[in-house]
């Protein structure tokens, strides 16, 4: 079963990314390095494969970068 909209914004935010709001359903993520993402879709919406592969890239650059810096 794959994860709703609002498990991928829990993982944008437990990783100090911002949301900075959006029009309709869409959401604008802006994490303080710098790296940006959009999600679209209602919370209790499905996530598609491509978001959750997404926010998991996004993630994971925000570590590698945070171990660099």
Avoid: C, W
Wanted: glycine share 10%.
């Amino acid at each position: 079963m794959p994860p709703k909209i609002r498990e991928l914004i829990k993982t944008l935010k437990d990783n100090s990314f911002v949301d900075r709001g959006g029009k309709g359903s869409h959401r604008n993520f802006l994490h303080p390095t710098g790296v940006k993402i959009t999600i679209s879709g209602n919370l209790g919406d499905d996530a598609k494969p491509y978001q959750e592969k997404e926010v998991k890239k996004m993630v994971k650059e925000v570590r590698e970068n945070e171990k660099k810096g």
